[in-house]
């Protein structure tokens, strides 16, 4: 069992920079493939980002050279850098646990808010 807890997200004015985090519980963290997400207000959610096991990375490409995911394996918790915010980037972001279809997990998601 893997439950995700997401922190770190806020006000930001455009073109700044903020660093959301995703906590796991569960003691085979380290087997999923790890993923964060958005959801605008009557928009799709939309797959950012993911990172394997081993640790291969893959981006959407409205993110890509933007945004970073990354994880630490040791402290059972995925990050998203994300760096020259804009306002489209606004959107509730969520965190996705993967391993198998009967094991798969998200967030309660954590609200980013790109204005000046």
């Known amino acids: 069992q893997v439950q995700l807890v997401e922190s770190g997200g806020g006000l930001v004015q455009p073109g700044g920079s903020l660093r959301l985090s995703c906590a796991a519980s569960g003691n085979i963290f380290r087997l999923y493939t790890m993923g964060w997400y958005r959801q605008a207000p009557g928009n799709q959610r939309e797959l950012l980002a993911t990172i394997t096991s081993s640790g291969i990375t893959n981006y959407a490409d409205s993110v890509k050279g933007r945004f970073t995911i990354s994880r630490d394996n040791a402290k059972n918790t995925v990050y998203l850098q994300m760096k020259t915010l804009k306002p489209e980037d606004t959107a509730a972001y969520y965190c996705?646990?993967?391993?198998?279809?009967?094991?798969?997990?998200w967030g309660q998601g954590t609200q980013v808010t790109v204005s000046s």
């Open positions: 996705n646990a993967h391993l198998s279809s009967i094991h798969q997990f």
